[in-house]
Nanobody, 124 residues
Framework: QVQLVESGGGLVQAGGSLRLSCAAS????????MGWFRQAPGKEREFVAA????????RYADSVKVRFTVSRDNAKSTVYLQMDDLTPEAPAVYYC?????????????????WGRGTRVTVSS
């Protein structure tokens, strides 16, 4: 059974950092891109970042460019999202996904697997 398990969420002050992890089990995804989405209460889920299967290319939403860094360790079947200089905003749940592409793309409707999410709250 395929599972994606996110961790690392929590409460952090504005300007602080968090590192999210997503561990995959049940199969390997080293030929697939992986990505992160987030959803705040009352809002649509939005793309955050994606990383190619090799890890050598990444894409980011404009709102997180420079501040967030996505990376992966295929040997550990784990993808990470380093979030720096976090800004105060509504709590959001961050979801890890597996993309059918090998390139650094992730589209919500096309994502193959989803984790259950980890909640991030940034206080002012």
């Amino acid at each position: 059974q395929v599972q994606l398990v996110e961790s690392g969420g929590g409460l952090v002050q504005a300007g602080g950092s968090l590192r999210l992890s997503c561990a995959a089990s049940g199969r390997t995804f080293d030929r697939y891109a992986m990505g992160w989405f987030r959803q705040a209460p009352g809002k649509e889920r939005e793309f955050v970042a994606a990383i190619s299967w090799t890890g050598d290319s990444a894409r980011y939403a404009d709102s997180v460019k420079v501040r967030f860094t996505v990376s992966r360790d295929n040997a550990k079947s784990t993808v990470y999202l380093q979030m720096d200089d976090l800004t105060p905003e509504a709590p959001a749940v961050y979801y890890c996904v597996v993309s059918p592409s090998s390139r650094a793309t992730a589209r919500e409707a096309e994502s193959i697997y989803w984790g259950r999410g980890t909640r991030v709250t940034v206080s002012s």
